[in-house]
């Protein structure tokens, strides 16, 4: 029986796995190595959508976000697949909650997934203010106890819970860490689609928009950010740490000065607390948060209220938190846990609100490095697009 199973070619059914290096045998039978840390429950399909989606937005849309909505529950309508290059700021998750309302109040099973569980969670946030009737869970490690709803926020390491299970699966952030490159979560994302699936992103590589060139897929484009302005170009300050931590001192004190508020962006969570100690024997009125803080909510409301001026802060609020007037300082920005594409993001922190579309991104570094060089080169080139 064994050596049967080791001439016939093995195709793992959960990843895809063709290489035999990756094979291994238990009692003469062929098992998957490579994707054998990825096994639990699945979901089952019975589960059953009674509310209808009946959702409000506090703001309009622009009319590129109106049209670009339009369009994508028409491709769906169409069973057309749709890349959305999107730039940072450009409101790309608003403009899905047409076509996830259609599949809600049809019935069919619609997911939203990203890398980071971080945004996970702040998705989650964001939909179940927005879809108020409906149930809209997070699934990621650690919290996978109920894998359906009406709308099922997963990370892409979640997704081998789904078989053939999405009418409708919407991923973002294609291009972050861990899925970017990772052969076995491209797997598990092409076999958790039943229909049709949406990608997201905001530096699509040449390889995905010729895979987007054939009749069964098209290329949305969304360039303008909500109100036309550019995203602020980062001012990067290069030192020693001795200088770095001078000029964090000496612009966070300009900044205060013309009454803006400041997010100080750092790499760790020991340092959001070490830095926030410095800062606070120089200014009052400051607070920090990282993900292990119990109070997130409640230090993000009352810097929203301006009760803090400052707020010193790992990744958690890379995404999400629009404040008018923001001003934006990345401590370390070369430090390896940002990338491109992270910094791009912090950076899309700053000039949200319409009314005050201006603002400054500086990031204080110890050498200038390629990731850093690489952010502020697509910054630029998506403000050329305009
Ligand atoms: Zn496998």
Same mark, same amino acid.
């Given at each position: ?9 093995? !195709? ?8 035999? $290096? ?5 009692? /003469? ?10 096994? /639990? ?44 290059? @999107? ?7 608003? !403009?899905?909650? &047409?076509? !996830? ?11 939203? @997934? ?7 969670? &702040? ?6 203010? !927005? ?26 390491? *979640? ?13 973002? &952030?294609?291009? @972050?860490? %861990? ?6 979560? &491209? ?18 590589? %040449? ?6 060139? *054939? %009749? ?15 995203? #602020? ?27 803006? #508020? ?32 119990? *109070? ?18 790992? $990744? ?23 990338? $491109? ?5 912090? @950076? ?24 850093? *060089? ?13």
């Amino acid at each position: 029986m064994g050596r049967f199973f080791i001439n016939t070619k093995f !195709i793992c059914s959960i990843c895809g796995n063709v290489d035999s $290096a990756y094979v291994g045998y238990k009692n /003469g039978q062929p098992y998957c190595r490579r994707c054998i840390m990825f096994r /639990g429950q699945e979901a089952s399909n019975n589960y059953v959508i009674t509310e209808k989606a009946d959702y409000q937005l506090a703001y309009k849309l622009s009319d590129d976000q109106k049209r670009l909505s339009a369009k994508l529950l028409r491709n769906y309508l169409k069973g057309i697949d749709s890349l959305v290059h @999107a730039v940072c700021g450009s409101g790309k998750t608003e !403009i899905c909650l &047409e076509v !996830i309302a259609h599949c809600i109040n049809n019935g069919l099973r619609v997911g939203f @997934a990203v890398p980071r569980k971080d945004v996970v969670l &702040e998705l989650t946030y964001h939909f179940k203010n !927005i879809f108020k009737n409906n149930k809209v869970i997070a699934v990621y490690g650690g919290n996978s106890n109920r894998l359906e709803g009406d709308l099922i926020v997963l990370t892409t390491h *979640q997704l081998y819970r789904y078989n053939q299970y999405f009418d409708l699966l919407i991923m973002d &952030e294609i291009d @972050a860490f %861990p899925y970017r490159g990772n052969t076995i979560l &491209e797997a598990f994302f092409y076999r958790s689609i039943k229909k049709n699936f949406v990608l997201m992103t905001a530096t699509p590589t %040449p390889k995905l928009i010729k895979q987007f060139k *054939q %009749p069964s897929r098209d290329i949305l484009e969304l360039y303008s950010r909500f109100h036309q302005h550019p995203l #602020p170009v980062p001012n990067i300050i290069c030192g020693n740490l001795l200088y770095l931590n001078y000029k964090l001192v000496s612009e966070t004190s300009r900044l205060l000065r013309q009454f803006k #508020p400041i997010l100080i962006f750092v790499p760790t969570i020991d340092l959001s607390k070490k830095v926030y100690r410095f800062l606070s024997i120089f200014f009052s009125h400051g607070n920090y948060i990282n993900s292990k803080s119990e *109070q997130r909510q409640m230090i993000i409301k009352r810097f929203r209220s301006k009760k803090y001026r400052y707020l010193v802060t790992t $990744a958690v609020l890379e995404r999400g938190v629009t404040i008018r007037d923001l001003q934006v300082i990345v401590y370390l920005s070369d430090h390896s846990i940002y990338d $491109a594409h992270s910094l791009i993001q912090i @950076a899309g922190r700053v000039g949200r609100k319409k009314d005050a579309p201006g603002g400054e991104v500086i990031f204080l570094a110890k050498h200038k490095n390629q990731e850093t *060089q690489r952010a502020i080169k697509e910054i630029n080139a998506a403000n050329q697009k305009l």
